[in-house]
């Protein structure tokens, strides 16, 4: 069975720090694009940054660049969002999705544009809350 869970969520004061990890099992993440998604009632869900399979290209929603970072481990069949300068808005559940892209997904720009069940892969998320 193909999963992916993340962890690392949790309670966090304004201008802290987080990292959250998703882990993918029953695959290798070494075939598969890595992106990451937050969901709140307000803005809905959006992507936010997504990183190809061997992490020679990323790209960043305009609302993170400079404050997020999308890395992945493939040995480890792990990937990463590290998070900084951590604002109330950015409170969400953060899910991560994995797709191997082609022919379906043209590249690593276009599937931050997919819609989270449009992705081969997906997880439950993990909460953040960013809160004095």
């Known amino acids: 069975q193909l999963q992916v869970v993340e962890s690392g969520g949790g309670p966090v004061q304004p201008g802290g720090s987080l990292r959250l990890s998703c882990v993918a099992s029953?695959?290798?993440?070494?075939?598969?694009?890595v992106a990451w998604f937050r969901q709140t009632p307000k803005r809905g869900r959006e992507a936010i940054a997504c990183?190809?399979?061997?992490?020679?290209?990323?790209y960043y929603k305009q609302t993170v660049k400079g404050r997020f970072t999308i890395s992945r481990d493939n040995a480890k069949n792990t990937a990463y969002l590290q998070l900084k300068g951590l604002e109330p808005e950015d409170s969400a559940t953060y899910h991560c999705?994995?797709?191997?892209?082609?022919?379906?997904?043209?590249?690593?720009?276009?599937?931050?544009?997919?819609?989270?069940?449009?992705?081969?892969?997906w997880g439950d998320g993990t909460l953040v809350t960013v809160s004095s």
């Open positions: 999705a994995a797709d191997r892209l082609y022919p379906r997904i043209e590249n690593v720009q276009a599937m931050c544009l997919m819609p989270l069940g449009y992705l081969e892969v």
């Open positions: 029953g695959f290798s993440l070494d075939d598969y694009a």
């Open positions: 990183i190809d399979s061997v992490a020679n290209t990323t």
